[in-house]
């Protein structure tokens, strides 16, 4: 039966992910409110969820949702070129265009459907799309949907960028450059002023995904604003997912680029628009960025107190990574800290190379110092017990 070979085949790739110590499960959470969190049965203090600023359950964001369902109705009720495109839409483009300083923004479902839409609608088989190695999967996800050729570049290497294009840009036609303001699992952020004057110079066109940077660096707007001056990018990507709390994502851009998207973006085109109540909770997360300087500034400052505490680097972001290795020994001790009260869930293969299985530790607007001080000395025994390795510390 055709039925029983395709079940034979899944439980096959299971039994090796299995073997691989690279299984997972979906597990209910239900978030309290933005740190404290019920699983399992047990109250945990999460490390581990990527609403920087705590917007998710900000009376205002939820309070502009619940209204917005009662007068727009739970769903869009078609894609934006139908009937989907309710009169909020328009409201969050211009602010997150003034934000972000472009002509105008394109407002997408998430992230992944960002990335794999805008790249397609950029770049065709005679072009060329050059990634950062450690790129997002929806960035190549978008480049294999363009056809493009691929080529890649060294970590956050402008001079291997420099070579990449060299020997490649020749025999293109268009050209993208694509990198994250910073690095969803190692923290790291880009060398946005060494990228866009390589990519300048060989007439290629710069994109950031900020998905971890928007709200949070550069007063809020984001990565390329943490650089004086701002690097001139014409392809400012960011979600609404992370640091705005909500849910869809944006590309700022100029007038034409962003009509294109409107027009060619196979992602946007194609599917239902957004609820109402996600994008009027997103309106007033972006009025919050813009103007709570505070709360910007505290996922940073937990951060830098976590690692002076533990001894590690300093960050360059609120995701503090804690390199484990093996697959196992992350499972380990993401155990261990959860015994401990704190939630920091591994990440393991294929999300990240092979051998380099972590702790992702990511910091909050609304953890309070004592939380912050309780993960640091939970790790901190971690590492003199030896479960997991010292990992680089300040010298």
């Excluded at 005679?126 to 997002?136: K, Q, S």
């Excluded at 959860?338 to 591994?346: K, R, W, Y």
């Excluded at 530790?361 to 901190?380: C, M, P, R, W, Y």
Aim: hydrophobic share 45%; glycine share 8%.
């Amino acid at each position: 039966m055709p039925n029983e070979s395709l079940d034979r085949f899944a439980k096959s790739k299971l039994d090796k992910l299995i073997a691989h110590g690279l299984r997972r499960s979906i597990v209910d959470t239900h978030r309290i409110d933005a740190v404290n969190i019920r699983r399992n049965g047990r109250d945990l203090v999460s490390f581990c969820c990527n609403d920087y600023l705590g917007l998710t359950h900000h009376p205002a964001v939820k309070a502009a949702s619940a209204a917005a369902v009662e007068k727009f109705g739970a769903g869009a009720g078609a894609s934006r070129l139908i009937t989907g495109n309710h009169d909020l839409y328009t409201e969050l483009e211009v602010k997150l265009a003034r934000l972000k300083g472009t002509e105008a923004a394109c407002v997408f479902g998430s992230g992944y459907m960002a990335n794999s839409g805008i790249l397609p609608a950029l770049a065709g088989p005679d072009d060329l799309i050059v990634i950062d190695e450690l790129g997002h999967a929806s960035m190549h996800m978008g480049a294999r949907a363009s056809r493009a050729r691929i080529e890649t570049f060294a970590h956050n290497d402008p001079d291997d960028l420099a070579e990449v294009l060299c020997r490649a840009r020749c025999d293109a036609g268009t050209c993208l450059v694509v990198t994250e303001g910073v690095f969803s699992m190692d923290g790291d952020r880009a060398p946005l002023p060494g990228l866009a004057a390589v990519a300048e110079q060989h007439e290629a066109w710069l994109m950031v995904d900020d998905a971890h940077g928007f709200g949070i660096l550069g007063d809020g707007r984001g990565s390329v604003f943490d650089f004086e001056p701002p690097p001139s990018i014409p392809l400012q990507m960011g979600t609404l997912s992370k640091a705005a709390g909500v849910y869809g994502a944006f590309l700022c851009a100029s007038t034409p680029v962003v009509e294109l998207m409107k027009n060619r973006a196979r992602s946007l085109v194609y599917t239902t628009g957004l609820p109402p109540s996600v994008v009027a909770g997103a309106i007033v997360a972006v009025d919050l960025i813009a103007s709570d300087t505070e709360r910007r500034a505290r996922p940073m400052s937990h951060a830098h107190t976590f690692c002076d505490t533990v001894g590690l680097a300093p960050p360059q972001s609120p995701i503090v990574p804690v390199i484990v290795g093996d697959e196992a020994a992350a499972l380990d001790a993401s155990s261990a800290l959860e015994e401990a009260g704190f939630l920091v869930t591994p990440i393991r293969p294929p999300t990240v190379p092979a051998g380099t299985s972590r702790l992702r530790i990511t910091f909050t607007a609304d953890h309070s110092d004592e939380q912050v001080e309780g993960l640091a000395n939970a790790l901190k025994r971690l590492l003199s017990q030896e479960m997991i390795a010292r990992p680089a510390v300040k010298g």
